[in-house]
């Protein structure tokens, strides 16, 4: 078993910046991709970027590319999500997933375990 736990979530302003981090406990996430997704009310979760295990792979949505950098520290066992020029379509409760499909995914069931999720709220 994997137990995930999302921190860093709060409250910015348009423009502004903010690090949300998702920490894994059980076993080392060396071995397993990562990913954040989102989930704004009323809408599905929605797919936002995955980082390999090897680190060396990333993918983005295009809603966040050029604005969003993923990362990771496996001797930490976490993985980071620097969100830049944060803008109000960006609230939404942010959610880290682990999975160890061959491919990095960008589908929920891609990943196979889930934390429960980090507020992030954009004012405009």
């Known amino acids: 078993q994997v137990q995930v736990v999302e921190s860093g979530g709060g409250l910015v302003q348009t423009g502004g910046s903010l690090r949300v981090s998702c920490v894994a406990s059980?076993?080392?996430?060396?071995?397993?991709?990562m990913a954040w997704f989102r989930q704004a009310p009323g809408k599905e979760r929605e797919f936002v970027s995955a980082?390999?295990?090897?680190?060396?792979?990333?993918k983005y949505a295009d809603s966040v590319k050029g604005r969003f950098a993923i990362s990771r520290d496996n001797a930490k066992n976490t993985v980071y999500l620097q969100m830049n020029s944060l803008n109000p379509a960006d609230t939404a409760v942010y959610y880290c997933?682990?999975?160890?499909?061959?491919?990095?995914?960008?589908?929920?069931?891609?990943?196979?375990?889930w934390g429960q999720g980090t507020q992030v709220t954009v004012s405009s």
């Open positions: 997933a682990v999975g160890w499909r061959r491919t990095l995914g960008t589908r929920t069931f891609d990943y196979d375990y």
């Open positions: 059980g076993r080392t996430i060396g071995p397993y991709h």
């Open positions: 980082i390999a295990s090897s680190g060396t792979t990333t």
